[in-house]
């Protein structure tokens, strides 16, 4: 008996639908859709007809390479919209004030908003230049620090399935893009993943330089991320790894206060 049988609902399909979208949010990688009809206790044949609707709709990717299911860019969406609403902004404005005061620095929070990052908190240092990374703000997420140290908290195959081909490279009009293609990205994101953090150097605007660490949900998935941002010349670069220590202090901490305690890496 199939658990659509065991319970009440009016509306199996939709119930069935938005349990298979939390099994994928559960876990940490694409799921084989014989793997979600098991663990769901559902036909197969079920199965896969809500995904071919789900993946109509973009809340799922099928890696047909590896035959398996991952959530798509709708369902980022979602996710995204919810941290919009309210409470990452809410918990993290004081946070990012205190890191401002403390480094004298200007710091922002961003979340992943399909293949862009989206800034959603910005706390400007006295007298420090405005940035463009103002609320609201959409930019390429592979050529910023923020988007670069969520991406790197991603599994490698949700990162691939976000970056199919070279026209998902978008560029800043007057930037020359210094990734164009998924081997640079993903080379790029294995060095951001050694070191634990992301930067940028005047790929977004020249003269400033960015360092961002990840904020992660419980399960480790990465959630949003914080990142300073700074005149390049003030800050010499044996001085950023110091900088993003408290970068990921602040990230560790709002995981805590959203989720009760700091991820763990994917």
């Known amino acids: 008996m199939t658990s659509t049988a065991k319970g009440s609902s009016k509306v199996p399909a939709a119930e069935n639908t938005l349990r298979i979208l939390k099994l994928l949010a559960s876990k940490r990688g694409p799921l084989a859709a014989s793997t979600i009809a098991s663990a769901l206790d559902l036909p197969r044949s079920s ?97 910023t620090a923020t988007g670069r140290a969520i991406l790197a908290a991603l599994p490698k195959s949700q990162v691939r399935a976000l970056y199919p081909n070279a026209a998902a490279f978008t560029s800043l009009a007057e930037m020359e893009a210094p990734i164009l293609k998924y081997s640079t990205l993903s080379s790029h994101l294995d060095q951001v993943r050694q070191r634990g953090y992301a930067t940028e150097n005047g790929e977004i605007t020249p003269g400033f330089g960015s360092v961002a660490a990840p904020v992660r949900d419980h399960l480790g998935w990465p959630t949003a991320a914080v990142a300073v941002t700074f005149l390049a010349e003030k800050v010499p670069a044996e001085e950023w790894p110091a900088l993003a220590k408290r970068v990921q202090k602040v990230a560790a901490e709002l995981s805590v206060r959203l989720y009760g305690r700091a991820g763990q890496a994917v």
């Open 47 to 143: 199965v896969y007809h809500l995904l071919g609707v789900m993946e109509e709709n973009g809340f799922v990717l099928h890696l047909a390479e590896e035959q398996r299911y991952g959530l798509g860019l709708s369902a980022f969406e979602l996710s995204s919209a919810y941290s919009r609403q309210e409470p990452l902004s809410r918990l993290g404005r004081p946070l990012l004030a205190a890191l401002v005061d403390g480094i004298g620095e200007s710091a922002h929070l961003a979340v992943l908003h399909g293949r862009d990052v989206l800034y959603i908190v910005e706390e400007r240092a006295k007298n420090r230049p405005s940035l463009v990374t103002d609320v609201g703000v959409r930019l390429p997420s592979h050529l």
